[in-house]
């Protein structure tokens, strides 16, 4: 016979509502009735009911995660980061792709609703704001990660865009590259932002740039180092070719570089790339890259203690939230050439 909270709560001489607060994390229990109910449990390997507990409390207890690209190393620490929250209040995190297709991510959407999951958290592939007034309908909070969607009011976390654009156009203008070109994204406001600090940063310091030196990327994320490859092969097919890349992400970056290598130029001496992500691995390609660390573990973070604090909130409804977190350069091999003297303007 399945073990109860009654049982737990009469072997202690405890109220099941004190049981039900321990499994909660509730705040006002004191530390050795924790210790006990937690021993308690722990010994009659005792599960909740969480279906039972979903038709009593309104809640699942779940949280909702769509991404573009699961295996995408930004988008697998921002989950790692959120899960790491989550556990910590006893939520579950329920994980889907978008595969970067909107209809799908619609799908997804539909699916984690009925779920009954308590909140959404998406970073998004929609150019419409269709699917989330759908969300809105069924009164469930959602907080848009690393990619805003224009006319839609909503809580986000990420970046500024913008700034992640300029730090770059800036780092390799200080390197002394020259020609500067840019890999762009697809069209979200990730890569739309990247571009306007780029753009804006380079002609603030007179250089400049032709629309030969913006190319785009057949992929953002999904197989971002093909589309990298193919994209840095059209540059350097341009004459001259740029001395400078700024690649819209390192999966980018890592097929910009491998092109670069391949056709016998020297990086950075030749061609310097940048990229932005700061993935684990970016230090120990054949020449390490210098990337934008986007804080992927405080977006996780700071995204699960929003969804959590919306489901929780105690009052009505309120105003959406952004958090930004601050991007900063990481220098590795990919740029480092000998300083160059040179005012930067900002």
Known sequence: MAVRMKDIARDLGVSVVTVSKVLRNHSDISPETRERVLRRIKELKYRPNLAA??????????????????????????????????????YGLLISSSEEDPALERDEIDQLLARSVDALIIASTQWTVESFRRIEEQNIPYVLLDRRLPGLPANFVGVDDELVGELAARHLIEAGCQRIAHIRGLEVSTALGRLEGFRRTLTLNRLPLPPTYIVSSRSGDNAGDVSGYDAMIRLL?????????????????????????????????????????????????????????????????????????????KSGPVRPKTVLLTPTVVVRESTRRPPVRREVSV
């Open 53 to 90: 507990r979903a038709l009593v409390t309104g809640r699942t207890h779940s949280i909702g995660l769509i991404v573009p690209d699961l295996v995408h190393p930004f988008f697998a620490d921002v989950a790692k980061a959120l899960s790491r929250v989550l556990r910590v209040r006893r």
């Open 237 to 313: 097919e341009l004459k001259p070719f740029p001395d400078g890349v700024f690649c819209y992400n390192d999966p980018v970056a890592m097929g910009a570089l491998q092109a670069a290598l391949e056709r016998g130029l020297r990086v950075p001496e030749d061609i310097a790339v940048i990229g932005c992500g700061n993935i684990h691995h970016s230090a120990f390609l054949r020449v390490p890259l210098t990337s934008i660390d986007q804080d992927s573990a405080g977006i996780g973070e700071r995204a699960a203690k929003l969804a959590l604090s919306l489901v929780e909130g």
